[in-house]
């Protein structure tokens, strides 16, 4: 990938949407495609660490090989930027930094940027001085970790602002927190998704994250009740909440099977004790499940809702979530949103109407 071009980008964006168009032309006529920048998309990138002969390497595994690299051209321009500098600082005293093995970029469109720095051993006093030197050199957070340690110089976060509806919303982007790796597209996501809902009163959001879709959406409902069983992420969401100044958002840390086992009546739960669950209108649902998509049970506790908003980063899933759904619903409009280009990755979202 150290040569793109658009011409190759294309390439693999058409067999992409191709492939999306067959699998849902049958399903509904509504559906949009969406780009990616074709370089610097990437805000967010990891990488391996070595030190051979005092000489400091960035390393990544392709095809089970592991080679060197200094840059990366899907990354940011801000990663680009830092990598040679980090490696600079790095290599005037590497005898701090010899169990560092993996480091981690995130940056976001404002220039914002912290960097982790994880160790095999104990982070010391000399380290954490070292550290301070870096993050004030570069101009950036530096967050180090190793095990059950965690030293943290300037945030453990960014701020990535999104677009949607003409409205831009700040998020808090959390250290060990998932977020959207390509913010170009992460706001064609939220804006798709802001303008195909139907108000249904009131929103039940699972897997929930940080927020990125929550706030947005909840200028669109009543009231919306987001769960997500991570607790630095349920930790983000309430900071995002105060970030926007949301008041009709309720969260909690349950699990997805949780939520909907409360919502049904199967269950009671401290964790919502702060919450009036009996006075939700719970019409519509908004799902962003992991790769493997939703299991049976829970695809069979959605099926009564009106209206379900379903973002996957996993199309074969998808595909197979979708055929359940049927028997219930109609698919009233898709798209395809091009996360991962080079890749044979395909995000999508879907809106499905009850028949």
Request: proline share 3%; glycine share 4%; with cysteine.
């Amino acid at each position: 990938m150290n040569n793109l071009n658009r011409k190759d980008y294309l390439l693999t964006f058409n067999k992409k949407k191709d492939v999306f168009s067959k699998a849902l032309k049958s399903l509904t006529d509504r559906i949009e495609f969406y780009k990616s920048p074709y370089k610097g998309f990437r805000t967010r990138a990891e990488f391996g660490f070595s030190i051979n002969d005092d000489i400091p390497n960035y390393t990544m595994v392709k095809q089970g090989k592991r080679y060197v690299l200094n840059d990366l051209p899907i990354c940011h321009k801000k990663i680009n930027s830092l990598m040679p500098l980090l490696k600079n600082e790095i290599s005037r005293n590497t005898e701090s930094f010899i169990e560092l093995f993996q480091i981690e970029f995130q940056v976001s469109r404002n220039q914002e940027a912290f960097i982790s720095l994880i160790h095999h051993k104990e982070l010391t006093p000399k380290w954490v001085d070292r550290a301070k030197e870096i993050s004030s050199n570069l101009n950036v957070s530096i967050i180090g970790r190793s095990r059950k340690q965690k030293v943290v110089i300037g945030n453990d976060f960014i701020t990535e602002n999104y677009i949607a509806n003409n409205t831009c919303y700040g998020i808090k982007l959390f250290e060990q927190c998932f977020s959207q790796p390509n913010p170009y597209v992460c706001d064609d996501m939220i804006d798709w998704t802001c303008k195909n809902i139907i108000f249904r009163k009131d929103l039940v959001e699972l897997y929930c994250g940080i927020g990125t879709f929550t706030i947005p959406l909840s200028a669109s409902f009543n009231k919306i009740l987001a769960t997500e069983n991570n607790r630095l992420c349920t930790k983000g969401l309430e900071a995002n909440l105060i970030l926007n100044e949301r008041n009709n958002v309720c969260s909690a840390r349950l699990s997805g099977k949780e939520t909907l086992d409360a919502l049904n009546g199967i269950r009671d739960f401290r964790r919502l004790s702060h919450i009036d669950i009996n006075k939700l209108e719970c019409k519509s649902i908004f799902v962003d499940p992991p790769r493997e998509g939703l299991g049976l049970n829970t695809l069979n506790d959605i099926k009564d809702f009106d209206q379900i908003i379903y973002i996957s980063c996993g199309f074969d899933a998808l595909k197979r979530d979708i055929k359940m759904l049927s028997n219930t619903h109609n698919v009233r409009c898709a798209a395809f949103f091009d996360q991962f280009p080079y890749t044979d990755h395909i995000e999508s979202g879907i809106i499905l109407e009850s028949k």
